[in-house]
C-alpha cells in the first residue's frame, strides 16, 4: 500500500491547518487508484508531527510512502528540517520506502497556474 | 499597459526572495502578450513593498495592475494585510485599476499539480 503525506508548515490559526487538511482530502478523492492514503502532517504548530504521520501511515500498512512539501521556498524548512523528521522514522522503519518529492514552489507548472490564477480575476 | 503584481511574504533568506524574483521574470516571459510588465513586491522583510511596487508600475504606465498573492492559506496576510497595503495605493491613485486575484492556495488546479509533483518523484 502507497500512502501520501502532505506536509506543511502548519499555523496558529486553525483554519489555515484546516485547508491543508481539507486539500489532502481532495487529493485523495481524486487519487484514490494510486495511494491507498492520502493525509496530512505539520512540520510545527499543528497535528499530527511529521513522524507522527508518518508513523500512522505505517501502523496503517504503508510500504511506501511518498512525503510532498507544501512549500513554496526552498528554504531550511525545505531543506533541513523536513528530510530531518522523516529521516527519523525512516531508522524506525528501515523496511519501509519513504520518499520525499520536491516542494511545491519548484513545479514548473506554477507559472502557467498562476497565469490563470491572474486571468480569473 | 497591464501589469501583474507577484506578492509573496518576503523572508530573511535573500534565496527565497530570489526565488520570488525569477518566478516573476519566468512568468513574464510566458505572458509577455498579456502583461507589459510582470514584477513582484513583499509584503515585509524584502523589497520592494507592495506600495512601492505598486507605484513602479504605475510610474512605469501601468493603467491597470493585477496583485497575485503567492500564499498558500488563506491567513491575516491575505484576507487583511495584502489588501490593506493595494488600498494604501488605490487610494494614491484612483485613476489605476488594481485588482486582487485569488491567492494560489484557492487555485483548484492545485490538487493536479501536487499529484504531478509527487509522481516525479
Do not use: W
Not at 499555523?11 to 487529493?27: F, P, Y
Not at 501511515?57 to 510532498?68: S, T
Amino acid at each position: 500500500m502507497k500512502t501520501l503525506l502532505v506536509v506543511a508548515h502548519g499555523s496558529r490559526r486553525a483554519e489555515s491547518n484546516d485547508e491543508v487538511r481539507a486539500l489532502a482530502q481532495c487529493i485523495g478523492a481524486q487519487a484514490s487508484a494510486e495511494y491507498g492514503t492520502v493525509a496530512c502532517a505539520f512540520l510545527e504548530l499543528a497535528e499530527p508531527s511529521i513522524p507522527d504521520g508518518l508513523r500512522a501511515a505505517i501502523a496503517a500498512g504503508a510500504k511506501q510512502v511518498v512525503v510532498l512539501p507544501y512549500f513554496l521556498s526552498a528554504g531550511r524548512h525545505v531543506v533541513t528540517d523536513v528530510p530531518g523528521e522523516v529521516n527519523i522514522v525512516r531508522a524506525e522503519h528501515p523496511e519501509v520506502e519513504i520518499t520525499v518529492a520536491p516542494y511545491l514552489g519548484a513545479a514548473p507548472e506554477l507559472v502557467g497556474l498562476l497565469l490563470k490564477q491572474a486571468a480569473g480575476n
